[in-house]
């Protein structure tokens, strides 16, 4: 615009130039049709014939300039609004999908979109480099385990597993790693595979909070059930063996539950003042529970037959009745059991009733334990190392006295981003020098997949999520597998030792 105002002024400034009179011309014989140039009438002096197209000039400059000036002005405006467009379709969602190389959804605020933890996805060559790093580091096959002999309890359970034997059990308690069941949901698939399908064992109630879930299990319950166990809502402690509980206070509440498999069992407190419940069996009335009594642990087995069947439990009153988990198993095999609670840290099991935990365990009899932990812990701005070891060790303790004859295994937390770079080696450390005191096996993940540092590739992987803590569900799977590889790397050897063992033994009684 400011290129045109000049043109123009500097047209009207020719103008009044030429509106002095001009010098005569020179006299010459002008043609006829030159004379049609100007009016007979006119008295005024006739403009020289430079002052037209010079006029014409100066528009088509101004004309020229002013398109100019716009159309540099709409190409501004046409990048800014690409630009912008291509920012928003990058950015997630507002509702709740971010989904970048098969990476976890990511929430979001639907009027404040987060930014916090977004980054423009990696390249293809660095996707790939990175896929490699993360595959190669989980193909190898290091020496994974420390003090591995403690695993031999849970080998000589598999190893005596047989179609009319009982099945086995495997706790594997743990934080959001585990709740999503993803990892526990890989491990459960291998062995049952190669052991035998026991069923899904022991689950929560319902969909206790969100984040938690079987896949092996449909469970589910209307809302106004409340939800204790969890870190913001800890309750009384009274929970049983996962640690959380679901409690109505209305009438017509309900759980709901499909069962498929040789034995079924719904968990639940008898307590004073406690309300009754209708049970339903495929849509059909089969009895009422009451659960006033005196506080402690109660369960009400539940037929089972060919196929699935919907069980539901509906209340009669507004006096509370709570639910503590079921159990839905074969007569042979292996469970894989997921006790996992988002932003659970080890200590919180502490908290946990002991009587109604030791019921619970006694009732599993578990061939193994898995306490997977440490993420939060690293995590918390009110860590302390002496604090974590002290907590670790009482609740090993408390397993070790519950199941003598278990193995108990502690799986280390994974590489992630954390406010002190060496809280997460602290945390590692801590858990190593526990699981040395109580003979428990240690399973160093952080180490497995790639070091310190190592959780950038498996975001550019996509096998992390961009948050730089949680793996996406392939990469959780894909720790699962390498942990049961592992696993099974060290069953192998007890069963060369075994075989050796038991061959020299038959020699000697020869």
């Given at each position: 615009m400011n290129a045109a105002a000049a043109a123009l002024g500097g047209l009207a400034l020719f103008a009044l130039l030429s509106?002095?009179?001009?010098?005569?011309?020179?006299?010459?014989?002008?043609?006829?049709?030159?004379?049609?140039?100007?009016?007979?009438?006119?008295t005024k002096a006739a403009p020289p014939k430079s002052a037209k197209p010079a006029a014409k000039s100066a528009r088509t400059v101004a004309a020229k300039s002013a398109r100019t000036v716009a159309a540099k002005s709409a190409r501004t405006v046409a990048a800014k609004s690409a630009r912008t467009v291509a920012v928003k379709s990058a950015r997630p969602p507002a509702n709740n999908t971010m989904q970048a190389s098969g990476s976890r959804t990511v929430k979001t605020?639907?009027?404040?979109?987060?930014?916090?933890?977004?980054?423009?996805?990696?390249?293809?060559?660095?996707?790939?480099?990175?896929?490699?790093?993360?595959?190669?580091?989980?193909d190898a096959y290091p020496e994974t385990f420390e003090n591995a002999a403690a695993l031999v309890p849970f080998f000589e359970r598999l190893y005596r597993i047989k179609e009319e034997s009982p099945a086995i059990h495997v706790l594997h308690y743990g934080d959001s790693?585990?709740?999503?069941?993803?990892?526990?949901?890989a491990l459960r698939q291998a062995f049952q595979e190669r052991f035998g399908n026991g069923g899904p064992g022991f689950a929560m109630p319902g969909s206790p909070f969100r984040g938690y879930r079987r896949f092996d299990l449909r469970s589910w319950n209307s809302r106004r059930w409340t939800t204790e166990g969890t870190p913001l809502r800890a309750g009384d402690g009274l929970h049983g063996l996962g640690g959380v509980s679901l409690t109505a206070r209305r009438e017509g509440e309900s759980v709901s539950l499909t069962v498929e498999g040789d034995h079924a069992e719904l968990l639940f407190l008898r307590q004073p003042g406690g309300g009754s419940f209708d049970i339903y069996l495929n849509g059909e009335h089969q009895g009422t529970v009451d659960t006033d009594g005196e506080t402690g642990p109660a369960s009400l087995e539940l037929p089972t037959g060919r196929g699935p069947m919907l069980?539901?439990?509906?209340?009669?009153?507004?006096?509370?009745v709570r639910l503590l988990g079921s159990i839905v198993q074969n007569r042979a095999g292996i469970t894989w059991e997921t006790l996992g609670i988002n932003g659970a840290q080890v200590s919180q099991i502490l908290d946990w009733d002991p009587r109604l935990?030791?019921?619970?365990?006694?009732?599993r009899d578990p061939a193994m334990i898995v306490l997977a932990y440490g993420t939060n812990e690293a995590t918390s701005p009110h860590w302390s190392d002496a604090d974590y070891l002290s907590k670790l060790r009482k609740v090993v303790g408390i397993f070790r006295t519950l199941a003598p004859a278990a193995t108990i295994l502690l799986v280390g937390p994974p590489d992630c981003r954390v406010r002190s770079p060496g809280a997460l080696a602290a945390v590692i450390e801590a858990q190593r020098q526990v699981a040395a005191e109580f003979g428990c096996a240690f399973w160093d993940w952080r180490s497995r997949m790639g070091g310190p540092g190592?959780?950038?590739?498996?975001?550019?992987?996509?096998?992390?999520?961009?948050?730089?803590?949680?793996?996406?569900?392939a990469g959780y799977q894909l720790t699962g597998r390498t942990l049961y590889r592992d696993l099974m790397g060290q069953y192998e050897r007890f069963l060369r030792v075994r075989t050796e063992t038991a061959s020299v033994n038959t020699r000697q009684g020869n």
């Open positions: 509106a002095r009179p001009a010098d005569p011309p020179p006299k010459q014989t002008l043609k006829k049709p030159a004379a049609k140039t100007f009016s007979a009438k006119s605020s639907r009027k404040a979109p987060s930014r916090r933890y977004w980054v423009p996805p990696p390249s293809v060559e660095v996707r790939k480099a990175a896929f490699q790093q993360v595959s190669g580091s989980m790693h585990t709740a999503s069941d993803d990892l526990p949901h069980y539901l439990f509906r209340t009669r009153s507004n006096a509370p935990l030791a019921t619970h365990v006694a009732k190592s959780i950038r590739n498996w975001v550019y992987s996509g096998m992390a999520q961009y948050d730089h803590v949680h793996l996406t569900p």
